[in-house]
Structures are given as C-alpha cells and as structure tokens.
C-alpha cells in the first residue's frame, strides 16, 4: 500500500450562509483546497454529505459537484455515514491513493442546513436511528444521548457542571478560529442556565446547525512538501440500538476504531499532540475521550474540568472550537476535524496553534455511537 | 424617491384594541421559558381589520381637521382582510364620508403594507391626482398556536392622510426609499389559517437586510446621517430585531424609544410601522427628523424621512394618542384568547 498525505486543506467559515447553496460552499471549499495545494490535478472526487436528499431533495453529488468545478469526466460519488460521513469519506478517499488507482483525490465535505425548517432538520437528523424501532418514536439525537448521560452520572457520580465543561473548553479554542461559527467564550454559568434541550443535556451543551464546507486533497506521499500524511485511518461500527448496547456508558465503535487505529500507526493515545473528539453533546465528547483511553472511564467529565483538554494542556482538544463552537454542518464535519488537525500539523494554525504537535487524532461518530471513524495524521 | 412639491402628513389616528394576553401566559399553556414581548393587544369579539381601521381613519381625519370629502384615495394595507373578495378600503371610505369620489384598494405586503400604501398616496398627492390620500396600515395578526409568533402577534393600526404644501402640514416628506427582493422567509397560501415562517431566515437575509438597505439607500439620496435624525422608528416584530437594527445603522436607544411600542403591543404587522410613527409624532417637537422604515416579508422596506413642522403638540393631543391606547387595557387569559380569535368554536 502506499503511503499518503494531505497536501492542501480548504475549510469555508461554519455559519449561516443565506447566499450560498450546496453547490456555492463545496466548490469554495474546493477550490481552496486545490489551491493551497497548488494543483489543478484531481482524478477522483469523493463527496461526503449526509442531509441533501432530505433538506435540498438533492442525490447525486458526486457528477454534480465534480461538474461544480470544472471536473466532469473524473470518479465522484457521495457517502453517507450519518455525522461520521466525513471520516468514512476520507478512509475510502485514502484507500484509492494507498491502493495505487488514484493519484490525486479530492475528499470534500459538504452540507447545506440553514435553510431547512427546524422539524426537517431534526427529522434528517433522526434518520441515522432505525425509523422502525427508534426514530418513529419520535426521540431527538440528544433524547438518545440524554439516555446515557443519566446512566453515566448514576454509576459515575459525575456533576454536570464538569460534563459542561466540554462545551466551556470548545468554546474557549475557537477564540481566534477563522472558520468557527462561534468564536467566543462561554461562561460555565451561562451552559447551565441554558433551556433543557433533552433534560439533562442544556441547549448549550449541544452543537447547533450550520453551512459548510470542508475539503482536503490526498496525494501519494514521499516527502515532507508532500504535506501532512495519513498515518492511518478506520471506520467501526457498533450496536445500532440502545438496547444492544454492551453498557450505556461507553461505544464500542469508539474504542474499536481508535484501537485499530492506533495499532495501524504505531502509537498509544500517550503520543497524540492534537485530538478532535465529536462533541456533538458534552456526553458524546466526555465518553469518546474515555473510550480512546485519553481518560479513564468515569473520569473524562473531571479530566476536562482540570484542564487537560486546553491548547497548552495534557491532550489539547478540539482547537478549533470542536463541535460545539466551531459547528458541526454533518457531512462536512468529519473533514473539518481533519483538516484542522492537518493545520496543526503544519504549523498553519494561527492563533489556534498547539505547539510542536507532530502526531494528531480525529475522532466522527455517527448515529448514538453506531459508526466511529478515527484519523490519524503525522506531520513528516 | 422626491416629489413635485412638498407632501407632507396632515393628519394621523391610531387604533389598539383594549385586550392583552402577556407572553408569559403563553409559555403557561405551551411551556418554554423567554419571552420575545411583555404582552400584546388582542381583538375583542366584535373588531377586525376594517373596525381597527375606521377607528385610525375617523381620529386622523378628525385630526387632520379637513372635510372627508377631498380625501380622493383610501387604501388599507393588511395581512388579515376579514373577506378575500371585497376591498376592506371601500367600507372604511364611506364610514369616514370619503365616498364615492375616491380610489379605494386593500394592499397586501405582508408587515409593509401599510407603508407601502403611504408610498402611493405620496405619489398621488405629489402629482396633484387627488388633494389629499389616506393610507392605513391595520391587522389582526395571526400566529399558530404554539408558534414562535404566538407570543407576538397582534391587533392595531394606523392611518395617515397625506397632503401637499401650502396645505397645513403636521410633517413634510424629505424623501422615501423603496427595497424590495423575492425572498421567501413567511408566507400564508390561500385558505390557509396560519402563516409560515423561515425561523431565522427571517433575520440576518430577511428582515435586517432589507431594513440597512433602505435606511442606508434614502440616507444615501438625501444626504442624511444617523445622527441629524431625532427619532427613528423601525419595523418591530419582537423588541430585540428594531433595537440591533438601530445600532447596526448607528442610532441610539434614545432615538427609537418614543416609537418603540412592540414590548406593550404585540407585533401589529403592517400596523407596526405606522404606530410607531404615530407614538413617535406624539412626542415630537418642530424641527425634529424622523427616519421611518418598514419591513415587509416577502420582501421589502420602505423608508421615509420627515420634518415635524409647526403643529404645536397640542394641536396634535385633541385625539387619543398611542400611549393613551397602551395604557387601556383589559388582560384576557389564554382560553378567552383563544375564542376571540378563532383559535376553539362552539
């Protein structure tokens, strides 16, 4: 197989773009991506989106927006994977470089939901649950997550306050992130008096809805100028249901996807520099990080109250501002995290930048945990 | 947009239903925390759109102090016209004595239609098609139970009779400015009950677009600044959206406070900017400018800006004004609301 880098990165600023459609946000995210790569040469497109055939009754990306950008004739095609789609897209992306069919990939994220009602959101949304068992009960992705916030703090003993805590941090690196929809802080106090989006989970503990768009561009890698390269990549699913859950404090796609990952590239969580975690809520981010063994389990609440998740602290997370602060548009989340953590790696992070970071992780679920996919990059 | 001569306002009423249902009793019934207003006025059994609007058109005349016979247009903007087929301006023109010499139309641009029926009144007086026009901007606003509008959508109005100089003037026109775009952020199809709405497509692409982009093309035409204006008063759906558009434009609070009456009465729709205009005529001295600017769903914004001329206030004070409506109030609770508009039957 052969080894394979991030040689250009494209990210479009997560917000509320009422002027642009799927087609205006991927190609800018493209197009960047292809310039900070200084090449016009694509020969696949891999577009990972997830809300298009609900919220724009659009299917069909991949012709669509190879053609967005002047590349009708290359492979294209689209991949869904709930909010994982991004991870899922980037491993397959990588597999048609390391295999030797491709030589030039792009990998781009893209998801358009501010012009959707709020029900058609939360109905796309709940469509990564089984609509015969799950979704037709009409329970939100946070309902679910609250399920097993519940079951963590009764066995745990955790306090809110420090669950909310991941929200306090993710806000708190965006600060000077220039992409991130929300890049401000956010007081501990302010989380708490939030409404109850799913009771216990406050509104502020949840990531919003945004635009955007995300794009890297994969090349064989031989050198450093080559870029960032890919140290490994999986993709893990888990139980679909709550039901078939091993336990309700943990997800097994987690921890089997960064276990494999971790083998792939030869590391331990111990040599991660920069970790992307999915705080889709403040629950998902706290038990991800127990799962991928950056914190023992029943403890991540405390790890991150302590601090270890800063810029400058043990396991600096979500630098760009994560789910929660810098958004979380579905399809195109998981490439956001990628590229950031590829920015790390270069040392292009602005006034974002952790230091000396040479091996980074980014972690995308899923439905409640039912797919994992992990990244792992290494600056050369 | 200029006129041949000068136009001015020769007269202007107001009209608030006595009802009030406080938003809090709104999240009683439904649940949720915040509220977007204090309270807002309520129809009682026996008043709508046309009964709102004779009431504002009998105080302007009446202010105006001019024979109802010379007013040669009449035209009612609202949202909510009690029939689909038949003008609500023709039975406010021969309640006021208007007939049968006279124009008469309703408007529909949604929360701008009342300003948008000042914009053609201007015109005919302008053009000397009739000495004096009369717009009314009225609803009786509706919001689905439960709705994010529930809590704010209400009943009033506001009529203003144009007129041309050497004819006395209580406010002459510098100028108007007309912002319109296809953007679809509320609507209400045929038969249909409720309106709906893009949530928050209705604000940053929507509301506050349209608003900067008139305000800032009349201030641009006239030469004006925020700061050689008195008072402003614009569009207020809720209390949050006219007080961040007055500061993105660069007015103080101190500006807007006369006319900003949605946290008392609810959101009148194409009643909101005339009222606000009429509280803020109230208060106002000669000399003093007034920035006017609607917003309409759809979308638009008309913007306008007058000079309070001589009239000394209390010339203006013989007829009720706005915070003389605000203060008569009766609550109603949520059930009694919901039979005064229509909300349960028998």
Same mark, same amino acid.
């Given at each position: 197989?052969?080894?394979?880098?991030?040689a250009?990165v494209?990210?479009?600023?997560?917000?509320?773009?009422?002027?642009?459609?799927?087609?205006?946000?991927?190609?800018e995210?493209?197009?960047?991506?292809?310039?900070?790569?200084?090449?016009?040469?694509?020969?696949?497109?891999?577009?990972?989106?997830?809300?298009?055939?609900t919220?724009?009754?659009?299917l069909?990306?991949?012709?669509?927006?190879?053609?967005?950008?002047?590349?009708?004739?290359?492979?294209?095609?689209?991949?869904?994977a709930?909010?994982?789609?991004?991870?899922?897209?980037?491993?397959?992306?990588?597999?048609?470089?390391?295999?030797?069919?491709?030589?030039?990939?792009?990998?781009?994220?893209?998801e358009?939901?501010?012009?959707?009602?709020?029900?058609?959101?939360?109905?796309?949304q709940?469509?990564?649950?089984?609509?015969?068992?799950?979704?037709?009960?009409?329970?939100?992705?946070v309902?679910?997550?609250?399920?097993?916030?519940?079951?963590?703090?009764?066995?745990f003993?955790?306090?809110a306050?420090?669950?909310?805590m991941?929200?306090?941090?993710s806000?708190?690196?965006?600060?000077?992130?220039?992409?991130?929809?929300?890049?401000?802080?956010?007081?501990?106090?302010?989380?708490?008096?939030?409404?109850?989006?799913?009771?216990?989970?406050?509104?502020?503990?949840?990531?919003?809805?945004?635009?955007?768009?995300?794009?890297?561009?994969?090349?064989?890698?031989?050198?450093?100028?080559?870029?960032?390269?890919?140290a490994?990549?999986?993709?893990?699913?888990?139980?679909?249901?709550?039901?078939?859950?091993?336990?309700?404090?943990?997800?097994?796609?987690?921890?089997?996807?960064?276990?494999?990952?971790?083998?792939?590239?030869g590391?331990?969580?111990?040599?991660?520099?920069?970790l992307?975690?999915?705080?889709?809520?403040?629950?998902?981010?706290?038990?991800?990080?127990?799962?991928?063994?950056?914190a023992?389990?029943?403890?991540?609440?405390?790890?991150?109250?302590?601090?270890?998740?800063?810029?400058?602290?043990?396991?600096?997370?979500n630098?760009?501002?994560?789910?929660k602060?810098?958004?979380?548009p579905?399809?195109?989340?998981?490439?956001?995290?990628?590229?950031?953590?590829?920015l790390?790696?270069?040392?292009?992070?602005?006034?974002?930048?952790?230091?000396?970071?040479?091996v980074?992780?980014?972690?995308?679920?899923?439905?409640?945990?039912?797919?994992?996919a992990?990244?792992?990059?290494r600056?050369? | 947009?200029?006129?041949?001569?000068?136009?001015?306002?020769?007269?202007?009423?107001?009209?608030?239903?006595m009802?009030r249902?406080k938003?809090?009793?709104?999240?009683?019934?439904?649940?949720?925390?915040?509220?977007?207003?204090?309270?807002?006025?309520?129809?009682?059994?026996?008043?709508?759109?046309?009964?709102?609007?004779?009431?504002?058109?009998?105080?302007?005349?009446?202010?105006?102090?001019i024979?109802?016979?010379?007013?040669?247009a009449?035209?009612?903007?609202?949202?909510?016209?009690?029939?689909?087929?038949?003008?609500?301006?023709?039975?406010?023109?021969?309640?006021?004595?208007?007939? @049968?010499?006279?124009?008469?139309?309703? #408007?529909?641009?949604?929360?701008?239609?009342?300003?948008?029926?000042?914009?053609?009144c201007?015109?005919?007086?302008?053009?000397?098609?009739?000495?004096?026009?009369?717009?009314?901007?009225?609803?009786?606003?509706?919001?689905?139970?439960?709705?994010?509008?529930?809590?704010t959508?209400?009943?009033?109005?506001?009529?203003?009779?144009f007129?041309?100089?050497?004819?006395?003037?209580?406010?002459?026109?510098?100028?108007?400015y007309?912002y319109?775009?296809?953007?679809?952020?509320?609507?209400?199809?045929?038969?249909?009950? #409720?309106?709906?709405h893009?949530?928050?497509?209705?604000?940053?692409?929507?509301y506050f677009?349209?608003?900067i982009?008139?305000?800032?093309?009349?201030?641009?035409?006239?030469?004006?600044? @925020?700061?050689?204006?008195?008072?402003?008063?614009?569009?207020?759906?809720?209390?949050?959206?006219?007080?961040?558009?007055?500061?993105?434009?660069?007015?103080?609070?101190?500006?807007?406070?006369?006319?900003?009456?949605?946290?008392y009465?609810?959101?009148?729709?194409?009643?909101?900017t005339?009222?606000?205009?009429?509280?803020?005529?109230?208060i106002?001295a000669?000399?003093?400018?007034?920035?006017?600017?609607? #917003?309409?769903?759809?979308?638009?914004?008309d913007a306008?800006?007058?000079?309070?001329?001589?009239?000394?206030?209390?010339?203006?004070?013989?007829?009720?004004?706005?915070?003389?409506?605000?203060?008569?109030?009766?609550?109603?609770?949520?059930?009694?609301?919901?039979?005064?508009?229509?909300?349960?039957?028998?």
């Amino acid at each position: 197989m052969r080894r394979v880098a991030i040689a250009g990165v494209g990210l479009t600023k997560v917000g509320e773009h009422w002027s642009m459609g799927l087609k205006d946000l991927f190609a800018e995210a493209a197009l960047k991506a292809l310039d900070d790569a200084g090449t016009d040469d694509v020969d696949a497109l891999y577009v990972s989106n997830m809300c298009a055939s609900t919220l724009q009754g659009q299917l069909h990306l991949g012709a669509m927006m190879a053609d967005a950008i002047g590349k009708s004739g290359i492979t294209a095609l689209n991949i869904e994977a709930a909010a994982a789609s991004g991870g899922v897209t980037f491993h397959e992306g990588v597999k048609a470089i390391a295999s030797g069919l491709s030589k030039s990939v792009l990998v781009v994220g893209v998801e358009k939901m501010s012009d959707g009602l709020p029900e058609s959101v939360l109905a796309t949304q709940s469509m990564s649950e089984d609509q015969e068992y799950t979704a037709y009960t009409g329970v939100t992705n946070v309902g679910l997550s609250a399920l097993m916030y519940r079951q963590y703090t009764e066995k745990f003993g955790a306090k809110a306050e420090d669950i909310a805590m991941f929200a306090v941090r993710s806000h708190e690196n965006a600060e000077g992130s220039p992409h991130a929809q929300y890049p401000f802080k956010l007081s501990i106090d302010r989380i708490m008096a939030s409404p109850m989006e799913a009771d216990p989970i406050h509104m502020l503990e949840c990531a919003g809805i945004g635009d955007g768009g995300a794009a890297v561009l994969l090349r064989p890698a031989k050198r450093a100028s080559d870029g960032v390269e890919v140290a490994a990549t999986s993709v893990a699913t888990g139980a679909y249901y709550l039901s078939g859950m091993r336990d309700l404090v943990s997800f097994d796609a987690v921890r089997l996807a960064s276990e494999r990952a971790y083998k792939a590239a030869g590391i331990s969580p111990r040599d991660v520099d920069v970790l992307e975690v999915h705080d889709e809520t403040t629950i998902a981010g706290v038990i991800s990080l127990e799962d991928m063994g950056f914190a023992e389990k029943g403890r991540g609440a405390a790890y991150v109250a302590k601090g270890n998740t800063t810029r400058g602290g043990e396991t600096p997370t979500n630098t760009f501002g994560g789910l929660k602060a810098r958004g979380h548009p579905l399809g195109a989340t998981g490439l956001y995290q990628i590229g950031e953590v590829a920015l790390q790696l270069l040392g292009e992070a602005g006034a974002c930048q952790v230091q000396d970071a040479e091996v980074g992780l980014a972690q995308s679920l899923g439905g409640l945990g039912s797919t994992c996919a992990v990244t792992v990059l290494r600056r050369f | 947009m200029k006129t041949s001569g000068t136009v001015g306002i020769v007269g202007y009423g107001a009209y608030i239903p006595m009802n009030r249902l406080k938003a809090e009793e709104v999240n009683r019934v439904w649940g949720g925390s915040g509220t977007p207003i204090e309270e807002k006025s309520v129809i009682s059994i026996d008043e709508d759109t046309v009964t709102i609007s004779v009431e504002c058109a009998r105080y302007a005349v009446k202010r105006a102090g001019i024979d109802p016979g010379e007013i040669g247009a009449v035209y009612v903007g609202t949202e909510s016209k009690p029939y689909a087929v038949k003008p609500c301006g023709t039975i406010v023109a021969e309640a006021i004595g208007a007939t @049968p010499r006279v124009t008469a139309a309703d #408007y529909e641009f949604a929360c701008k239609a009342g300003t948008e029926a000042f914009q053609t009144c201007i015109g005919l007086v302008s053009s000397g098609m009739v000495r004096y026009a009369m717009a009314i901007g009225a609803d009786t606003a509706q919001g689905r139970p439960a709705d994010a509008l529930e809590y704010t959508t209400a009943c009033g109005g506001a009529a203003f009779i144009f007129g041309k100089k050497p004819d006395r003037t209580i406010a002459d026109l510098e100028g108007s400015y007309s912002y319109v775009t296809d953007t679809p952020d509320f609507w209400r199809r045929g038969l249909e009950m #409720y309106p709906r709405h893009g949530n928050r497509f209705t604000g940053e692409p929507a509301y506050f677009s349209h608003i900067i982009g008139a305000a800032k093309g009349l201030m641009g035409e006239l030469g004006t600044e @925020p700061k050689d204006y008195r008072y402003a008063v614009f569009h207020q759906p809720n209390t949050k959206f006219p007080i961040n558009v007055a500061k993105m434009l660069g007015f103080g609070m101190d500006a807007i406070k006369p006319g900003l009456i949605v946290p008392y009465v609810g959101n009148t729709y194409a009643g909101s900017t005339p009222l606000g205009l009429a509280a803020t005529l109230d208060i106002s001295a000669p000399g003093d400018r007034i920035l006017v600017v609607s #917003y309409g769903s759809g979308a638009g914004s008309d913007a306008f800006s007058f000079v309070v001329q001589e009239a000394a206030p209390g010339e203006r004070g013989s007829d009720p004004s706005v915070s003389k409506f605000i203060a008569r109030k009766c609550y109603v609770d949520y059930s009694v609301y919901s039979k005064l508009r229509g909300k349960i039957h028998r």
